[in-house]
């Protein structure tokens, strides 16, 4: 635009100026003015695009806010429900963290995907926390982890002590089978005299607890039934059709591990799911304030160009006349 206003001016002024000033004046102009021309559709170019990448990136938080939202609301109901299947066995067997055993193994649940906040990275903290409460020289700690970035960092500094990881966890819906299946195979592939399972408990959208719930072989619970623990009088009770109390106890066991790794797997999924739409809520915020200071500085970067041109018009004319 600016080059054909100072050719149209160019040739109306051509018959009252000698030829060589024409052309001397016209060459400066075009010389000077195609370095700054290209640099300022350049920025201008450069800001444009970035306004659309981070647009882009908009849409994709919001949706993945939205698929959270459906998520939550089909894993919420569940998971309150399950909190009643081991509440019983917190009763009967109780849950004592501060018992004091020889082989722990400490089961650390956590999520298969990110951008879902610090859940995982709390779950792994605590993890270490309780491993180095629980080392020592007649002491044995071991990891059983579900769940993909549990592992990615656990097996950094810990990979020898790994006896079991399970992934995937979550590519199907939940189920008490699925779960059930996963438990068994944990027991048949750890010894251990207590279970330590951490898992995320679900509180709200923005709040999650850091939990931890302690499943102890039959041995230890009837170590410390005689040893008048915590545990409680387990002669009370009246067992029926034949099975002795070791055989019940081990089936107590096995069913109540089940149970509180079905309810710490449901918590941590609402858990994630919550985290990962305050995430992405954050993250749509984010991107729109990014988008309001890019928004500005393309308007700026627009009229500082315009001014520009309109500046070069008016001098290059005034010259010509000149």
Same mark, same amino acid.
């Given at each position: 635009?600016?080059?054909?206003?100072?050719?149209?001016?160019?040739?109306?002024?051509? #018959?009252?100026?000698?030829?060589?000033?024409?052309?001397?004046?016209?060459?400066?102009?075009?010389?000077?003015?195609?370095? #700054?021309?290209?640099?300022?559709?350049?920025?201008?170019? =450069?800001?444009?695009?970035?306004?659309?990448?981070?647009?882009?990136?908009? *849409?994709?938080?919001?949706?993945?806010?939205?698929?959270?939202?459906?998520?939550?609301?089909?894993?919420?109901?569940?998971?309150?429900?399950?909190?009643?299947?081991?509440?019983?066995?917190?009763?009967?067997?109780?849950?004592?963290?501060?018992?004091?055993?020889?082989?722990?193994?400490?089961?650390? =649940?956590?999520?298969? *995907?990110?951008?879902?906040?610090?859940?995982?990275?709390?779950?792994?903290?605590?993890?270490?926390?309780?491993?180095?409460?629980?080392?020592?020289?007649?002491?044995?700690?071991?990891?059983?982890?579900?769940?993909? *970035?549990?592992?990615?960092?656990?097996?950094?500094?810990?990979?020898?002590?790994?006896?079991?990881?399970?992934?995937?966890?979550?590519?199907? #819906?939940?189920?008490?089978?699925?779960? @059930?299946?996963? $438990?068994?195979?944990?027991?048949?592939?750890?010894?251990?005299?207590?279970?330590?399972?951490?898992?995320?408990?679900?509180?709200?959208? /923005?709040?999650?607890? #850091?939990?931890?719930?302690? /499943?102890?072989?039959?041995?230890?619970?009837?170590?410390?039934?005689? $040893?008048?623990?915590?545990?409680?009088?387990?002669?009370?009770?009246?067992?029926?059709?034949?099975?002795? *109390?070791?055989?019940?106890?081990?089936?107590? /066991?096995?069913?109540?591990?089940?149970?509180?790794?079905? !309810?710490?797997?449901?918590? !941590?999924?609402? @858990?994630?799911?919550?985290?990962?739409?305050?995430?992405?809520?954050?993250?749509?915020?984010?991107?729109?304030?990014?988008?309001?200071?890019?928004?500005?500085?393309?308007?700026?970067?627009?009229?500082?160009?315009?001014?520009?041109?309109?500046?070069?018009?008016?001098?290059?004319?005034?010259?010509?006349?000149?």
């Amino acid at each position: 635009m600016a080059m054909a206003a100072l050719r149209r001016e160019g040739r109306r002024l051509a #018959p009252l100026i000698s030829p060589q000033p024409i052309t001397a004046a016209r060459s400066s102009l075009i010389s000077e003015e195609q370095v #700054p021309v290209g640099v300022r559709s350049i920025s201008t170019q =450069v800001v444009r695009n970035r306004m659309k990448s981070v647009k882009n990136i908009q *849409k994709i938080t919001k949706a993945m806010k939205m698929v959270a939202a459906s998520k939550l609301r089909a894993i919420q109901t569940r998971a309150e429900n399950s909190r009643g299947l081991w509440q019983p066995f917190t009763a009967l067997l109780g849950d004592t963290p501060s018992v004091d055993v020889k082989k722990n193994v400490i089961i650390t =649940v956590s999520s298969d *995907k990110g951008l879902c906040g610090g859940i995982n990275s709390t779950a792994v903290k605590v993890s270490r926390a309780l491993h180095k409460l629980n080392s020592g020289p007649d002491k044995e700690s071991k990891y059983a982890i579900l769940g993909e *970035k549990a592992k990615a960092q656990l097996v950094r500094d810990s990979k020898k002590e790994i006896v079991i990881s399970i992934t995937e966890l979550q590519k199907n #819906p939940l189920n008490y089978t699925q779960v @059930s299946v996963l $438990a068994d195979d944990t027991l048949k592939n750890v010894e251990y005299d207590a279970l330590r399972i951490i898992f995320n408990k679900f509180n709200s959208v /923005v709040s999650f607890l #850091p939990t931890l719930s302690t /499943v102890l072989s039959p041995e230890i619970v009837e170590r410390e039934a005689e $040893a008048g623990g915590k545990i409680g009088d387990l002669d009370s009770y009246e067992i029926e059709g034949g099975e002795t *109390k070791s055989e019940v106890l081990q089936n107590l /066991v096995e069913f109540q591990f089940s149970c509180v790794l079905f !309810n710490a797997v449901l918590e !941590n999924a609402c @858990s994630e799911q919550g985290a990962r739409m305050s995430a992405m809520d954050s993250s749509s915020r984010n991107a729109g304030d990014m988008l309001d200071r890019l928004t500005l500085t393309y308007n700026r970067t627009r009229q500082a160009s315009i001014t520009t041109e309109l500046i070069e018009i008016i001098s290059g004319a005034a010259a010509l006349e000149g």
